[in-house]
């Protein structure tokens, strides 16, 4: 099946003011970009970053 992810996934739940979230998803919004990508983006690279020395 295409686009089947076989990497076992993990459900969070974070609390964010309501304000920020609905500013964010507009900003990705016109970005042309989804906020589960976008923030499994970053936690990536945060851990890469610590990988390689840098903060």
Known sequence: MAGENKEEMQSVTIRIPKELYFEYKQ??????KIVTYDVRKHMN????NHKKGRK
């Open 45 to 48: 690279e945060v851990v890469e």
């Open 27 to 32: 900003v990705l919004l016109e970005q042309g």
